[in-house]
């Protein structure tokens, strides 16, 4: 019998816990005991709090449009298959076209660009995001899923939301909050499945990459 080596997989999700960062004004996570294993209680039960973009997530259209589909009712195939990971360390304000050019050679659907040489670990306002022009031309490249290592595919103090208002016009899903530290620039499989929560503009997703065969 021959036995084959289990493919590596990278966790692309960073720990939710009360002290994620957030932006200002968010619901941060609470978890908060209702049950606890006793005489007469056979079980531990939590319950939690919080917005659905702590940690890694996936923003819905009705994050940015009214009358947009919510979280349940985005369909899952973009969240999983052939993935690209795309260095663009240091890139600031915004992901541009030039960042991505390098690696634009046979775009698989699904495109993950790391930014940050470490994900942070506290609130920063300055973060890397997308500029809209960069999704369009990922979009005409066949890319239906983008996602970045930051909070935000717009700026911090955006009020217009363009790169957002971008992904509507072009139909493109979005994973915000990765943590791509030690994950090689490169093809892998993407899953990310959002929860199938009732009307929420967005879902925390348990992002995970594994190596192609």
Not at 11 to 21: E, F, G, M, Q
Not at 48 to 70: E, I, Q, R, W
Not at 156 to 170: E, F, G, I, N, P
Not at 196 to 203: D, E, M
């Amino acid at each position: 019998m021959s036995s084959s080596t289990p493919s590596r997989l990278w966790d692309i999700s960073p720990t939710v816990s009360p002290d994620a960062p957030i932006f200002p004004g968010d619901e941060p996570y609470h978890l908060r005991w209702t049950a606890q294993l006793a005489p007469g209680c056979p079980v531990n039960l939590s319950a939690l709090t919080m917005s659905p973009h702590v940690g890694a997530h996936a923003d819905a259209p009705l994050h940015y449009a009214h009358d947009a589909p919510a979280i349940d009712a985005v369909p899952l195939d973009t969240y999983l298959g052939r993935c690209r990971v795309i260095h663009a360390i240091g890139a600031a304000p915004l992901i541009t076209v030039k960042h991505l050019q390098h690696a634009e050679s046979q775009l698989p659907p699904r495109v993950l660009v790391r930014v940050c040489q470490r994900a942070d670990t506290v609130w920063n306002p300055a973060f890397t995001a997308y500029a809209p022009e960069a999704i369009a031309w990922l979009a005409e490249r066949g890319v239906k899923l983008i996602g970045i290592d930051t909070p935000s595919v717009d700026p911090a103090d955006s009020k217009v939301l363009d790169s957002h208002q971008q992904l509507r016009r072009l139909d493109l899903r979005v994973l915000e909050n990765l943590v791509l530290d030690d994950v090689p620039e490169g093809d892998y499989e993407l899953i990310a499945l959002p929860l199938k929560l009732q009307g929420a503009c967005a879902s925390p997703v348990r992002a995970i990459l594994r190596e192609l065969p």
